[in-house]
C-alpha cells in the first residue's frame, strides 16, 4: 500500500529551517522524499513523499511537529494564504491504497496532532467531517490573522481536533484527496490586477473552469496566476492555458513561462503533448523510456525463479 503525502509549510526563505523540517520527515524509515519546492514571495514550502501508510503517518506527524517548532506565525509574512506552520497536509493514495484508507490515516494524523501537539485541526477534502469545510480555501477564510479570533468566537470555526485557540504555530488543515497540480504561470507585466482578473476569469467559484482554482499574486517581479487543478482528466492542463492566454490578450499581455510546484501526475503531460501535437492515438503508447521500463521488468518477472 503506497500513499503520497504532500504537505504545505509556511517557510519559503530560511534555508536552514526548511531543511530541518525535511530532514525530520526523512528520517522515518519507509519513506521517501520525492520533491521539494521552496518559494520566498509565497514564503512557502511543498514538500512531496511517499511510503507506506504506517511510515507516512508517522513521517507527516515528524514534520508538523518540526515546523511548529521552528515557526512563529505571529512573525509571517507571504503571498500565499496560510493558516498554519504545517498549513495543509493532504494524504493522496496510490498503488494498493484507497480513499477510505487515506481518510482514515489523515484523521489519525489529526487526532494526535490536536492530542500531542496542542494544535488546532480542521479536516478538509474527502476527510471533512463537515461538508462546509470540503473546500480548503473556506477553512482558510480571513488566514491565521482572523482565525485567531474567530476560532474563539464563531462555533462554525471550532476545529475538529485539538482547542480552540491559536498559538505561534497557528492551526493545521489535514485531508485526503485524490491528484492536484499546483501551476502557475507568469505574465508579461507586473501588474498583479492583471493577474487578479484573469484568475477570476478561469477559477470556478467565480463562473470560470470547473476544478480550477486561482488568484493573482506578486511573484518575483512579474504578475503570476497561481492555481490548483484539482481534477487534470476533467479540466486538461492544456484548457486552462489557452484560456489564460485568451485572457491575457484582452490585457495585452503574454505567458512568459509556468511552473509547476511539486510532482506533476505523467498523465497530464502526455494529454498536453497529444493535443498540442494533434498526435493520433495514444501518445503514452509511443514514449521510448516507457517502453524500455516495461521490457525491463518483463525481463525480471521472466527471470525470477
Known amino acids: 500500500m503506497l500513499i503520497e503525502c504532500v504537505p504545505n509549510f509556511s517557510e519559503g526563505r530560511r534555508s536552514e529551517v526548511i531543511q530541518k523540517i525535511i530532514s525530520a520527515i526523512d528520517s522515518v524509515a519507509g519513506v521517501r522524499v520525492l520533491h521539494q519546492t521552496s518559494d520566498?514571495?509565497?514564503?512557502?514550502?511543498?514538500?512531496?513523499?511517499?511510503?507506506?501508510?504506517?511510515?507516512?503517518?508517522?513521517?507527516?506527524?515528524?514534520?508538523?511537529?518540526?515546523?511548529?517548532?521552528?515557526?512563529?506565525?505571529?512573525?509571517?509574512?507571504?503571498?500565499h494564504p496560510r493558516i498554519g506552520a504545517a498549513d495543509v497536509v493532504p494524504f493522496v493514495p496510490l498503488e494498493g491504497a484507497t480513499m477510505d484508507d487515506c481518510i482514515q490515516l489523515a484523521h489519525r494524523v489529526g487526532r494526535r496532532v490536536g492530542d500531542e501537539l496542542n494544535i488546532p485541526v480542521y479536516m478538509y477534502a474527502d476527510a471533512a467531517t463537515n461538508p462546509a469545510r470540503h473546500d480548503l480555501a473556506t477553512i482558510r477564510r480571513g488566514q491565521y490573522e482572523d482565525l485567531l479570533t474567530a476560532i474563539q468566537t464563531d462555533p462554525a470555526r471550532k476545529p475538529d481536533y485539538g482547542p480552540a485557540e491559536l498559538g505561534a504555530a497557528g492551526a493545521t488543515a489535514i485531508g485526503a484527496r485524490g491528484p492536484l497540480i499546483a501551476f502557475n504561470v507568469y505574465l508579461s507585466t507586473q501588474d498583479v490586477q492583471i493577474a487578479r482578473a484573469i484568475a477570476r476569469a478561469i477559477r470556478h467559484s467565480s463562473g470560470g473552469l470547473r476544478y480550477v482554482k486561482a488568484m493573482g499574486v506578486p511573484v518575483r517581479g512579474r504578475a503570476q496566476v497561481s492555481m490548483n487543478l484539482t481534477d487534470f482528466t476533467r479540466t486538461p492542463i492544456y484548457r486552462v492555458i489557452e484560456m489564460i492566454r485568451r485572457e491575457a490578450a484582452r490585457y495585452g499581455v503574454t505567458i512568459v513561462s509556468s511552473e509547476v510546484i511539486g510532482l506533476i501526475p505523467q498523465a497530464a503531460l502526455f494529454d498536453a503533448a497529444q493535443w498540442y501535437l494533434q498526435i493520433e492515438g495514444d501518445v503514452a503508447q509511443q514514449v521510448l523510456e516507457a517502453a524500455l521500463a516495461s521490457f525491463a521488468q518483463n525481463k525480471v518477472e521472466k527471470s525470477a525463479p
Open 40 to 79: 520566498p514571495d509565497h514564503n512557502r514550502t511543498v514538500v512531496t513523499f511517499a511510503g507506506d501508510i504506517a511510515a507516512v503517518e508517522e513521517a507527516a506527524f515528524r514534520g508538523i511537529e518540526e515546523a511548529a517548532r521552528l515557526i512563529d506565525m505571529r512573525q509571517h509574512q507571504g503571498v
